[in-house]
């Protein structure tokens, strides 16, 4: 963790005061507690949406599964988002959602069906003191049957008009608002570890700096 905390320092010298502070602000609201995942979205503004809000609210992790169609993002729509989120793109098995959807439960999560099930409860009512994984479906047509069946729990937003479900994205945000806000106002430990931190935080002061790897060289060589 020294070397890393040095390495920051020694950085920090090619950004602005205004960016290290900031870096170090937004970082202590990041959370690897809760994430993110999407399967098969088509729509690139959508996608683009879900980043968005998944950056702005905190949280960190975005799985996305791409079986049919291939990942892209709305840089109009997502403002440079996903330059600072941590991005896991499922896209070269046979079975993209199986693949997924192991590798988050093996990290220690819970997956978390946003839809309406014989067992589902409502947003205010699901468990946040463990990790949880919420996972949306496509635009049309939902949840694949397979991730349905490896799902552990089931969310439903709740609905008041003739229309059967929310856009994606307005799922995602009124799914993940929720649970952050929930997080913020409990004694959950929420928050990235120190070293976790360090990680975060070195790597957006790399992204903010131009030519970065030839300044590392640099600094290596000199120490």
Known sequence: MKEKEQLI????QFISEERYNRI?????????????????????????AVLRTAE???VQNVHIIENNFEYKVSKEVSMGADKWLSMYRYHD??????????????????????MPAEHDCLLDDIDITEPKAFLFGTELLGLTPQAIAMADEFVK????????????SVSVALTMMNVVQRLHHSD???Q????????????????????VESIIERYKQSY
């Open 9 to 12: 320092n020694y950085l920090s």
């Open 24 to 48: 170090f602000e937004v970082s202590g609201n990041r959370t690897h507690h809760v994430a993110i995942i999407v399967e098969n979205l088509y729509q690139s503004h959508n996608m683009s």
């Open 56 to 58: 702005c609210l905190g």
């Open 93 to 114: 098995k046979e079975n993209n959602t199986e693949a997924c959807l192991q590798a988050v439960k093996a990290a220690g999560y819970k997956i978390v069906a946003t």
């Open 157 to 168: 937003i709740p609905m008041y008009g003739f229309t059967e479900s929310y856009n994606i």
């Open 188 to 190: 959950i430990h929420w």
């Open 192 to 211: 990235l570890s120190p070293e976790e931190l360090l990680d975060l935080r070195l790597s957006w002061i790399k992204k903010s700096i131009k030519d």
